[in-house]
C-alpha cells in the first residue's frame, strides 16, 4: 500500500527527531528554531509541496553552521530538501522551486546592499537538472520580483 504524503510526513518528523509547534505564538510563518529542533508555524497536509516545506526546514537544522550567510543558508536547506524528496521518489514542485529561488536571491540582493560579496552561484534549477541560468529565471519573474532583486 502506498503512503500518503501524511503518513510520510510523520516518517520524517520521527526519522529527524523534530518537534512541530503548528499553534506557535512567535513569528507569523514557517520557521525553525535550530538547537531546539523545532518547527513552528507549519502544519501537515497532505502534498508534496508541505512535504518540502518541512524538508526544508529541517535542513535548516541538518546544515546549521554559523559561517553561513542567510543566502547560503537557504540554498543549502534547500538542496537538502531535494535531494531528500528524490529519496522519496518525488518530482520537486516547480512553484517551490520558483518560491526558494527567488527568496535566495532576494537573500543574495539583501547581502550585497550590506556590503556582502562574494556569493557561490546558487542556481537551484541547475541543479535539479533544468538548464536555466540566474539570469533567464531573473528575466521571466514579475518585474515587481525584479525591482526587488538586484542582479
Known amino acids: 500500500m502506498k503512503k500518503t504524503q501524511r503518513q510520510i ?7 529527524y527527531n523534530v518537534t512541530i509547534d503548528e499553534h ?9 528554531h535550530v538547537k531546539e529542533r523545532r518547527i513552528c508555524k507549519w502544519h501537515p497536509k ?7 516545506t518541512l524538508l526544508h526546514e529541517i535542513g535548516h537544522i541538518e546544515n ?3 559561517t553561513m550567510r542567510r543566502a547560503e543558508q537557504e540554498y543549502y536547506a534547500t538542496i537538502w530538501a531535494i535531494d531528500r524528496l528524490k529519496e522519496y521518489g518525488f518530482d ?12 535566495i536571491l532576494s537573500e543574495i540582493s539583501r ?5 556582502g560579496k562574494n556569493y557561490p552561484e546558487m542556481n537551484l534549477y541547475k ?11 531573473m528575466e521571466e519573474l514579475d518585474p515587481k520580483w525584479r525591482n526587488y532583486i538586484e542582479a
Do not use: M
Open 64 to 66: 546549521n553552521t554559523s
Open 92 to 103: 520537486i514542485p516547480k512553484k517551490s522551486l520558483l518560491i526558494y529561488q527567488r527568496y
Open 127 to 137: 541543479y535539479v537538472g533544468i538548464d536555466k541560468t540566474i539570469e533567464e529565471f
Open 9 to 15: 510526513q510523520e516518517e520524517i518528523i520521527r526519522r
Open 111 to 115: 547581502g550585497r546592499r550590506r556590503r
Open 46 to 52: 497532505n502534498s508534496v509541496t508541505a512535504t518540502f
Open 24 to 32: 506557535s505564538k512567535c513569528r507569523s510563518r514557517v520557521h525553525v
